[in-house]
């Protein structure tokens, strides 16, 4: 069966890094004998905004809700463009429009990066976070009263649904089950927010019935955060809030390396919208026009993508072919972030000819 994958390059590295994971898409494609249909945009990006005043054409809905995968480099330039607007006017659109509840990061130390956490190697840490993506503390309800005055106020209420919480969990308990350990953490603050965090308890609890066979814990989200530093080892998957999870999903990532190399999934579950796999960096104007990007965190989202289509197989080949290159160490091959003197290109072949196979 064809897979129909939007391919948005966007901004700065965005279009360095993309050919590469295009490329190892394609060499998985062949060894796994898939058939993956791409189709570029030149929308979702500030070139674009730039000449038609917007970020997306009025009809991006319609023509991309029918795809099986949307694969995304990286938006934004600040130069050109104020961050706001170009997240706001595409990647959030996104995440919205198609309902992709979950946002999904592999946190794995891989072979030859060196963790910031001191005497951590691989296999130490390799875990999920799993951030609800679409309604918590991220909310639209709330507002300002007497501005400008002695009685000036503002509000923003989180807000939690029954559905909105309980399809996070499932999604959070599915994929522990599919885990070796089979252990889930839940983020939480039922002590000092005495509402809201209480009622996510309460629903884990109740989840937790369904899933007998995975062990459960929960952390007070202070407490959770110190723990990732200092024992990144304890945790399998973990759940969280939209707050909770957007604060541990960048943790998590930093505490295995660079930047360049994370992954992440803004997914729609039931698959009535396509879902959204891009890496965690942005558009790097520092470095952006230079060739030296680390291309991983493009081709470890591509590997996602494939697992999420149902080719966990081929995913797996990508993520291993990474790891093989990583622990090679070929300094002509790798980028200067991770200790090489490669290039983009180099990194990207390298890895496409080791999922060859
Ligand atoms: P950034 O992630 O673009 O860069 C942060 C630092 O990491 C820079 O020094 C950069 O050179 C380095 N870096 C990032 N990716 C790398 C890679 N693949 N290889 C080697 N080094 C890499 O974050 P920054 O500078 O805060 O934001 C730049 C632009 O990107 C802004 O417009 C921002 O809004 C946007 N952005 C977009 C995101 C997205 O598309 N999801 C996520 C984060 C930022
Ligand atoms: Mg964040």
Redesign the pocket.
């Known amino acids: 069966m064809s897979q129909r994958i939007a391919v948005i390059a966007?901004d700065?590295?965005g279009n360095e890094?993309m050919p590469e994971g295009v490329r190892a898409l394609d060499a998985a494609a062949k060894r796994f004998n898939l058939d993956l249909d791409f189709h570029t945009f030149d929308f979702g990006s500030c070139d674009y905004y730039l000449e038609h005043g917007q970020m997306l054409p009025d009809d991006w809905f319609e023509q991309l809700k029918d795809f099986d995968a949307l694969f995304?480099g990286?938006?934004?330039?600040?130069a050109t463009v104020p961050?706001h607007i170009?997240?706001w006017g595409s990647?959030l659109q996104f995440r919205r429009q198609f309902d992709q509840y979950i946002n999904l990061r592999p946190c794995k130390l891989m072979p030859g990066i060196k963790s910031p956490l001191a005497g951590r190697a691989p296999g130490d840490i390799d875990f999920y976070v799993v951030r609800e993506n679409t309604e918590g503390e991220y909310s639209s309800v709330g507002g300002k009263m007497f501005e400008g005055t002695e009685r000036e106020v503002v509000m923003q209420e989180t807000v939690m649904t029954r559905t909105g919480v309980d399809r996070v969990l499932k999604y959070a308990f599915d994929l522990a089950q599919t885990r070796p350990r089979k252990k889930l953490t839940s983020a939480t603050k039922s002590n000092g927010i005495s509402i809201t965090m209480p009622y996510w308890d309460e629903r884990v609890a109740k989840m937790a019935k369904s899933y007998p066979e995975i062990a459960v814990d929960k952390f007070h989200i202070d407490i959770l955060t110190a723990n990732f530093v200092l024992h990144p080892d304890w945790f399998d998957v973990v759940v969280g809030s939209n707050l909770f999870g957007d604060i541990l999903s960048d943790l998590g990532p930093a505490c295995t390396g660079?930047?360049?190399i994370a992954p992440s999934a803004n997914i729609n579950p039931e698959g009535n919208f396509p879902s959204l796999f891009?890496?965690?960096?942005?558009?790097?104007?520092?470095?952006a026009g230079k060739g030296i990007?680390?291309?991983i965190?493009q081709i470890w989202s591509g590997a996602m993508m494939l697992e999420h289509l149902g080719y966990k197989a081929a995913g797996d080949a990508m993520v291993t072919a990474i790891e093989e290159v990583l622990s090679a160490g070929d300094s002509q091959a790798l980028?200067p972030?991770v200790g090489g003197q490669g290039t983009t290109e180099s990194l990207g072949k390298a890895i496409a000819e080791r999922i060859a196979g």
């Open positions: 966007g700065g590295i890094v995304y990286a938006v934004g330039w600040p961050d170009s997240l990647l660079t930047i360049g891009e890496p965690v960096h942005g558009s790097a104007p520092d470095i990007a680390n291309p965190g980028t972030d």
